[in-house]
């Protein structure tokens, strides 16, 4: 009988260790499995870094998307649409999971994007819309409002009404029409007549300064003339700087209402300084950080426009191929009035930074 019972025990204790020994098996291949399972690759497509805002959008992408388990691959087009084009190439070559575009000109990616699509890729548009290419999302801030907070602001500068210059940004970019139609919808019986607009290819801002120039040779302005623009509609902050620079060697700065927009360090200085009246806040860390969580989602192939969708998208956009998930973020106007509450309570600058040339 104890020799049974011995037996017995030991076929228990035996029986323990090989199901001890299959389970530390399987923990182990779960642990590698889990070790060698890829991580989401995202592709980041910039137009360039000319643009002040762009490194932060980067900068708070980029962290997101690692937070949420992603790589991120960032390459800079410099400019260059033939660039991009390569990159993106190089992005469906690279089996990337997502490919995230700031276009440069969102009418001459279309058979890019085509192709990454066709390849399994997700695409996103990223600030500005690719045409005609059914991306999976665009996502942005609503422009065409933005261009309604910089007439809304030149009429309550100029209230009563004045001939102003526009200098848009670049032609190939489709935000650039929607600021404009939204401007000319506020502008609409204001009194405000634009006598002088240009564009500024690739958004560079030294073609705002020859603009402000040639629009004052034309219209007569300047410090030896008789006339001048009561005020000038600049299609970001990087522009209004040349273009204040161009005004303030006719020695005009100050006197002329100037309205942009990306709320740039710079163009607040300018704002507490009194040489631009108004700058469109568009808080590019919420735009960052919402477009890296829905990235990766669609990358995980989740239905970012389901009911069930943690971050949900309900809208859409035309890009002339079709209706596209389209996630928008409203801007906010910001003068000198509100400087303080909007943009430094939010910490998007510091008070220390914007007061430094005001005493």
């Known amino acids: 009988m104890k020799r049974l019972t011995r037996m017995l025990l030991s076929a228990v204790l035996l029986a323990g260790i090989l199901l001890t020994g299959c389970g530390g098996k399987n923990g182990e291949e779960e642990l590698i499995s889990e070790r060698e399972s890829p991580k989401i690759q995202i592709g980041l497509s910039f137009d360039s870094f000319v643009i002040e805002r762009w490194m932060r959008d980067r900068d708070v992408f980029v962290s997101t998307a690692r937070s949420l388990g992603a790589d991120v691959n960032v390459q800079n087009a410099n400019g260059s649409v033939e660039e991009q084009i390569f990159q993106i190439e190089y992005f ?18 279309t058979d890019v994007v085509k192709k990454a699509k066709d390849a399994g ?21 609503d422009n065409e409002k933005v261009g309604m907070l910089m007439g809304e602001a030149l009429k309550a500068a100029l209230p009563q009404g004045g001939d102003i210059f526009a200098i848009y940004g670049s032609q190939s970019d489709h935000n650039t029409q929607l600021v404009q139609q939204g401007m000319n919808q506020a502008l609409q019986g204001s009194g405000i007549q634009i006598v002088y607009s240009a564009y500024c290819d690739n958004w560079l801002a030294e073609l705002a300064f020859d603009a402000v120039n040639q629009g004052l040779e034309e219209y007569g302005g300047g410090s030896d003339g008789t006339r001048e623009p009561a005020g000038v509609m600049c299609g970001n902050d990087d522009l209004a700087s040349q273009a204040i620079r161009a005004l303030s060697e006719q020695r005009l700065a100050g006197r002329v209402a100037v309205v942009a927009q990306d709320a740039d360090l710079s163009a607040c200085q300018r704002i507490v300084e009194g040489t ?12 960052a950080q919402k477009a890296a969580a829905l990235s990766v989602a669609l990358a995980k192939g989740e239905d970012i426009t389901d009911e069930g969708a943690q971050l949900r998208v309900t809208d859409t956009m035309n890009d002339g191929s079709g209706e596209i998930p389209y996630y928008s ?6 003068t000198v009035e509100n400087l303080d509450k909007v943009i430094i309570d939010s910490g998007f600058h510091l008070r220390e930074d914007i007061y430094l040339n005001v005493k």
């Open 329 to 334: 973020i409203e801007p906010v106007a910001v």
């Open 121 to 141: 890729i997700r695409v996103i548009s990223y600030d500005r819309l690719i045409m005609n290419a059914g991306t999976d999302l665009y996502i942005s801030f």
């Open 92 to 109: 469906i070559k690279k089996k990337m999971d997502a490919i995230v575009i700031i276009a440069i000109d969102g009418e001459a990616l």
């Open 276 to 287: 631009q009246e108004m700058t469109a806040y568009k808080p590019v860390d919420e735009l």
